[in-house]
């Protein structure tokens, strides 16, 4: 069975840092996109940021601010999202989820739009950022 579990989440000031963690197992990530998204009480659901695992290639909100960060950890089939200068909006819940080899995601207006749905979800972590 495919597993992806999503940890690293937690209570922070703004301006503080988290690092969230997604551990994949029962499939081969090479084959996949490792993608987080969001979801804040009353708002829909938003990609964050995602790495094509076999070439490394990713992209994230705020790519000129820099303040998302994700890498692979092959060796630990864990794909990593590093959030930076945490700001209050960032309060939501973190999934990860499993695309099929390519992220499909299409950047317009300051958000990223999907063009396939992932093949696997994992449970949320929450973030909490306070001011």
């Known amino acids: 069975d495919v597993q992806l579990q999503a940890s690293g989440g937690g209570l922070v000031q703004a301006g503080g840092s988290l690092r969230l963690s997604c551990a994949a197992s029962g499939l081969i990530l090479d084959d996949y996109a490792i993608a987080w998204f969001r979801q804040a009480p009353g708002k829909e659901r938003e990609g964050v940021s995602c790495?094509?695992?076999?070439?490394?290639?990713?992209m994230s909100l705020e790519f000129e601010k820099g303040r998302f960060t994700i890498s692979s950890d092959k060796a630990k089939n864990t794909v990593h999202l590093q959030i930076d200068n945490l700001k209050p909006e960032d309060t939501a819940d973190y999934y990860c989820a499993a695309i099929t080899d390519r992220c499909g995601w299409v950047y317009y207006g300051g958000r990223f739009y999907d063009t396939k749905a992932p093949s696997y979800w994992g449970q949320g972590t929450q973030v909490t950022v306070s001011s």
């Open positions: 790495i094509e695992i076999a070439d490394g290639r990713s």
